[in-house]
């Protein structure tokens, strides 16, 4: 596991990274705060706790690579990026402006990037290809790939789930954020998943369920890859959309909001009123 960033736990990052969620939420055209909350903690254990990563040297052959599948969810991969240095913290307030670095779904020239993403269903055909070329190239470098459950219904997922456990990649780590809504509606009543995890197992993955929000349990989780069986993982976190800010958790009209200022202060006071009660 990597060194967490300087003298900050990831439990207070993960909050700092929700206040900005929220700031990036103030925008001209908002952002997707619903699935970026679900996603905060899982994010930034990941960049805190266990990526290896050189944000100095961006381009560093031997790193660990994290592609954001759900790229709708930006606001919290520039946020945790930005708490691991790739980027200034200052330079979020750029988010969404025309011809800045911080565009509504993540860009290649950003430092951190690896691909560009936000065409759903693409990310973990990407992240199989990523993982071959560390093999073949005699790299230690994992892969994590975080999609959207709203995206898992898409077929190409599956066709490279199929590939990566033939190929026996277990330096592949795939993440579910299984929030339970898409951008209309439960996922189950759109099209239905369950049982999630027989399907990934029956598919060849090692599979861990886990609370997306139990930093703990999420710690224990990505301490044991790669998984001794020589197959590739995927962990389905159990999340909540909006997480964190009572305003918007569990609600369909999270996905995507323009906060007014005066929104932006309810929702910054119930993540504040929520931190207290669960220091």
């Known amino acids: 596991m990597a060194t967490a960033i300087g003298t900050r736990s990831t439990e207070e990052l993960a909050e700092i990274v929700r206040e900005q969620i929220l700031e990036m939420g103030l925008s001209e055209h908002g952002t997707h705060i619903g699935g970026s909350l679900s996603a905060a903690d899982v994010m930034t254990l990941l960049y805190n706790e266990v990526l290896r990563l050189r944000p100095e040297e961006p381009e560093w052959a031997d790193r660990d690579r994290f592609i954001l599948s759900k790229g709708h969810a930006s606001a919290a991969l520039y946020a945790v990026l930005a708490a691991r240095g790739f980027l200034p913290v200052e330079e979020l307030a750029q988010y969404g402006v025309s011809g800045g670095r911080l565009a509504g779904h993540p860009l290649r020239r950003l430092p951190g990037v690896e691909f560009p993403s936000g065409s759903l269903g693409h990310g973990l055909s990407l992240g199989v290809g990523s993982a071959v070329a560390a093999r073949r190239q005699g790299r230690p470098s994992r892969v994590f790939v975080l999609m959207g459950d709203g995206e898992i219904q898409e077929g190409s997922v599956w066709e490279a789930a199929m590939s990566a456990a033939h190929l ?18 439960h996922t189950e009543e759109r099209m239905g ?14 599979t861990v369920e886990v609370d997306g929000h139990d930093l703990d349990a999420l710690r224990a989780v990505f301490a044991a890859l790669p998984a001794p ?9 159990e999340t909540v959309k909006g997480k964190g800010v009572p305003l918007f958790e569990d609600k369909k009209k999270s996905h995507s909001v323009k906060l007014s200022p005066n929104l932006h202060r309810r929702a910054l006071g119930g993540l504040r009123a929520r931190s207290r009660r669960n220091p």
Do not use: C, H
């Not at 998943?193 to 598919?203: G, I, T, V, Y």
């Not at 069986?229 to 976190?237: D, F």
């Open 229 to 237: 069986s020589g197959r590739p993982t995927m962990v389905i976190a």
């Open 168 to 185: 026996r990649l277990d330096n592949l780590v795939g993440i579910v954020d299984r929030n339970r809504l898409q951008i209309t509606g």
């Open 193 to 206: 998943l369950e049982p999630l995890a027989d399907k990934w197992r029956s598919f060849g993955w090692d």
